[in-house]
């Protein structure tokens, strides 16, 4: 199983708690995942600066978005503009995966097809070595393989969203030789912070996270350890991790809980509020 490090925060206030890693923690991540981590998740959106490359031999992910375009000429320009920016910020010369961010801009008719016909220019000129589609839900992927085949999916799977394991999804998947990487294993935070539910914003969350917090203090767990170890339960069915930080010691911890898994049985945890899976509807 491949753990790919999340970098959001790298640069900007992210998720709910706004966490933004300081300069000087990045220089000991740095030296820390050499031989450990060597491929980081990324976007355009993030606005890298070239600082905040890690080593020299480190495989980059990114993701793209928004491609209103009229023709598929305006299409390859923008899709290699986007491209070119994202290389020259990382200082490399191939994406390792370039993941669609709003994948379901290729079920537009004639947008949907430029773009897919730039994605495969882009794939032959060496620009990048796989396309992904980083979505929110089974339904959304299987609607978006119809159209056009990746070699990625990017999918949030943590204990309150299991939907990822339902055998018919994961069948199509292994069916098409489509790679399965996971992500959202900590819900953006909120499994791990235990105040989140006082936060007004996910009050209507409470009973979900209050039995959840319950149970990982009942059986002698951190919330970080409990959330890696149930995905880890399931790591048959995935390729690799999307694992977001925000700060170096929490870095070294969650590598510790991967390196050294516990053998736990996990509930079924009731989910009253079907939104808290979708963090766009919180």
């Known amino acids: 199983m491949k753990i790919i490090l999340g970098t959001a925060n790298f640069n900007l206030n992210y998720g709910f708690q706004h966490n933004k890693i ?83 801009e290729i079920l537009k008719n004639k947008t949907g097809d430029f773009l897919i016909n730039s994605l495969l220019q882009s794939k032959r000129q060496n620009l990048i070595s796989k396309i992904g589609y980083s979505v929110y839900n089974p339904f959304e992927a299987i609607q978006l393989i119809k159209k056009h085949r990746p070699d990625i999916i990017q999918i949030p799977f943590n204990v309150f969203d299991r939907r990822l394991i339902d055998p018919k999804f994961i069948n199509l998947l292994k069916k098409d030789r489509i790679k399965i990487q996971i992500r959202s294993i900590f819900l953006q935070g909120l499994l791990t912070n235990k105040n989140a539910y006082n936060l007004k914003k996910f009050c209507k969350f409470k009973l979900q996270l209050k039995e959840w917090h319950s149970w990982v203090e009942k059986n002698g767990l951190v919330p970080e350890e409990a959330a890696i170890n149930f995905v880890l339960n399931y790591k048959k069915k995935f390729d690799s991790i999307l694992l977001g930080i925000d700060n170096f010691e929490q870095l070294k911890k969650n590598m510790y809980y991967i390196k050294n898994r516990k053998k736990i049985a996990f509930p079924k945890f009731k989910i009253i509020k079907k939104n808290i899976l979708d963090p766009r509807k919180w």
Request: charged residues 35%.
């Open 22 to 104: 300081k300069k000087k923690e990045i220089k000991y991540i740095k030296k820390y995942i050499k031989g450990k981590i060597n491929t980081i998740d990324s976007a355009e959106s993030y606005k890298h600066k070239k600082e905040f490359s890690l080593h020299k031999n480190i495989k980059v992910n990114s993701k793209v978005s928004n491609f209103n375009t009229q023709s598929q000429n305006d299409c390859n320009k923008l899709l290699k503009k986007k491209i070119k920016t994202i290389l020259k910020s990382h200082n490399i010369k191939k994406i390792n995966t370039l993941f669609l961010h709003r994948p379901e």
